[in-house]
């Protein structure tokens, strides 16, 4: 065993899932990482959708080392510093409409944190709704506002004053062939549970425009137009946590532009700054003034060498028009993986916008989840040199989320090479 892995079972607090073939990872460029062993893999997990632009990109390289040897930390809510002011202009050039002033923190759960607090802070209100199969991160408030139990198993119990829509998951609903249908019914939902389970206190009502965790579930095109309505008559603020499906990830640079739909805080984190420690709330004015001078802060928050990544990172998604491609070699490889689905019985359905995809595997014709398969799968692929996730309420989604500069030959690559972890899973399943 090497020594790293070792020193990790010895020294680090961590929960490793089971993998057949634990890799020390060394370094990487582009699409591809390797291991300490010199082998190469095709990223097509990103680092759970981090490296957006790809690994090591060199100009948001560039931009931190050249930040690094001018300052790396003063606190940036004490003090000013041009990377951070540089940065959230830059995020209000490119936000949705009117949301134009942002707080920086370090991570996805601390950003959401932040914009519950401003969303109590700013409607005078106390309750949240957030959504079956969502998950908002790992500390006790972002785990009381995620609905999914494999998330908040041995945690409880937690905050109250926190009620769940049902999620927009139409392939699992009544109506697996009228997604459209799926929306309304979850928007009539919704207005049931700000009636019956809240208590009128409702501050804000959270979501994810692509259910990440929950198996990349891809609401249906009317549902946050039709949710908006609801809340709009109930006077209830929306947040789109947008940690994992923001920057350029979904073909749009923030994935509820798919939905004609502005909240009225985005959150997001992850493909911010390719790798670099930053997350961000971005808000309109009147909303970001219920914040009070010192009502909020983070030590670390607003790094100089985070934003400077940032912005760089930034810069290229916009120089290299990468949403865009990700959307069309995000079309290319859903019409592969369905013209694999109609050989394969296992794939239940392919799903995504751009470039978060799932690949939802089931046993049989009443959906029983194949979760055992789906992880077998990983396995297989890891031992072939790609890099996958697997996820989903039911852990039966096999996620693809590489970085947005992948090509299509790469593309082909790794689904050659999920066909025959599919086929290795089904001869193994015979034997
Ligand atoms: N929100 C969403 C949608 C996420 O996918 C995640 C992480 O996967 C988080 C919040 C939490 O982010 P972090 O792990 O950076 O705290």
């Not at 408030?141 to 139409?170: C, D, E, H, M, V």
């Not at 609801?230 to 920057?247: P, W, Y």
């Not at 995809?357 to 992880?375: C, F, M, Q, Y």
Request: proline share 5%; charged share 20%.
């Amino acid at each position: 065993m090497s020594d790293t892995i070792q020193k990790y079972k010895d020294y680090v607090m961590t929960g490793f899932l089971k993998s057949v073939a634990p890799i020390v990872v060394d370094h990487s460029s582009g699409v591809k990482v390797w291991d300490d062993q010199g082998r190469e893999y095709l990223d097509c997990f990103s680092g759970i959708s981090v490296v957006n632009v790809g690994h090591n990109h060199p100009r948001v390289i560039a931009a931190a080392k050249e930040q690094m040897d001018k300052l790396v930390h003063c606190s940036s809510y004490l003090y000013h510093v041009k990377p951070v002011a540089d940065l959230a202009e830059k995020i209000a050039r490119i936000a949705p409409h009117g949301l134009s002033k942002t707080f920086f923190g370090n991570g996805g759960a601390e950003a959401i944190e932040g914009a519950l607090k401003l969303a109590r802070l700013y409607s005078g209100k106390h309750e949240f709704i957030a959504l079956h199969a969502s998950f908002h991160g790992r500390t006790w408030g972002t785990l009381s506002i995620t609905g999914n139990q494999g998330r908040k198993k041995r945690g409880g119990p937690y905050a109250s004053g926190i009620a769940f829509a049902p999620a927009p998951y139409a392939y699992r609903s009544l109506w697996p062939d009228d997604p459209e249908r799926c929306a309304l019914h979850c928007a009539k939902c919704l207005d049931d549970v700000i009636r019956f389970e809240t208590s009128g206190d409702v501050a804000a009502f959270i979501a994810e425009p692509v259910l990440g965790e929950g198996g990349i579930l891809v609401p249906p095109s009317n549902y946050f137009r039709e949710i908006k309505k609801v809340l709009d008559r109930h006077g209830i603020l929306f947040i789109a946590d947008e940690v994992q499906s923001g920057f350029g990830r979904t073909g749009k640079m923030f994935s509820i532009e798919h939905y004609g739909v502005v909240p009225d805080i985005l959150v997001t984190a992850k493909g911010i700054a390719d790798g670099f420690p930053l997350s961000a709330f971005t808000t309109r004015p009147e909303i970001a003034a219920a914040f009070q001078p010192g009502d909020h802060l983070s030590t670390f928050g607003g790094n100089p060498i985070s934003c400077a990544a940032a912005l760089a990172n930034i810069e290229v998604m916009l120089e290299e028009n990468l949403p865009a491609r990700a959307a069309e070699t995000g079309e290319y490889a859903r019409k592969s993986l369905r013209e694999l689905q109609e050989k394969n019985s296992l794939i239940g359905e392919v799903r995504g916008h751009g470039l978060m995809i799932g690949v939802e595997l089931v046993r049989d014709e009443k959906l029983t989840p194949a979760n055992s398969e789906a992880e077998a799968v990983r396995d297989s692929l890891l031992r072939q040199g790609v890099l996958v996730g697997v996820g989903g309420v039911y852990g039966n989604v096999v996620r693809f989320q590489p970085p947005l500069v992948i090509t299509k030959a790469q593309i082909d690559h790794a689904i050659e090479a999920f066909r025959s972890a599919l086929a290795e899973v089904a001869q193994a399943a015979v034997a």
